[in-house]
């Protein structure tokens, strides 16, 4: 089958279309994280939770859902920037996901990192977010790659 070739302002179109639609998602993700983050709060605070093993875990899962509602809070911005301009090489987005890889990272480690304020040893249980971070910040390289592609493209016209 043979691949249909777009032209450059069907391309730019499509890709609008679809940051709107992956940025609306991430709008949604975001009222989740912090619909659960709300629901832990209101549950830590009730006098039924008393024992140190529902506390961690409370405060783990709060501290998780917290940095997922923040990372799909960038990554909405990120994409609703896109669907309007229709530039995703700029680099205010590479910005955006190497915060987004670091936030990952912190998500790594952070859970079993701070408990009830006290530090424990630290460690890493979470290495799908550890592999995710260090994704996303090498998706940071390639988009600052396009950016520097971008903007000497712009320049020769």
């Known amino acids: 089958m043979k691949e249909q070739i777009l032209?450059?302002?069907?391309?730019?179109?499509?890709?609008?279309?679809?940051?709107?639609?992956?940025?609306?998602v991430c709008v949604l993700a975001v009222l989740f994280n912090l619909a659960a983050c709300m629901i832990l709060f209101f549950r830590y605070r009730s006098p039924d939770?008393?024992?140190a093993v529902t506390q961690y875990t409370m405060i783990r899962e709060f501290v998780t859902y917290g940095l997922s509602a923040a990372i799909m809070l960038l990554a909405a911005m990120m994409f609703l920037?896109?669907?309007?301009?229709?530039?995703?090489?700029?680099?205010?987005?590479?910005r955006t996901v190497r915060i987004i890889g670091?936030?990952?990272l912190l998500n790594a480690v952070i859970p079993t990192v701070v408990i009830g304020g006290v530090i424990t040893p630290f460690s890493v249980t979470n290495y799908s977010s550890l592999i995710e971070g260090l994704l996303f910040l090498f998706i940071?390289?390639?988009?600052?790659?396009?950016?520097?592609?971008?903007?000497?493209?712009?320049?020769t016209l």
């Open 81 to 94: 920037h896109i669907a309007k301009d229709g530039m995703p090489f700029t680099v205010k987005r590479v």
């Open 49 to 51: 939770v008393t024992d």
């Open 140 to 155: 940071a390289h390639i988009i600052r790659y396009g950016a520097m592609l971008q903007q000497e493209s712009d320049e």
């Open 7 to 24: 032209t450059k302002p069907e391309v730019i179109d499509k890709l609008k279309k679809g940051s709107l639609w992956i940025g609306i």
């Open 102 to 104: 670091i936030l990952f």
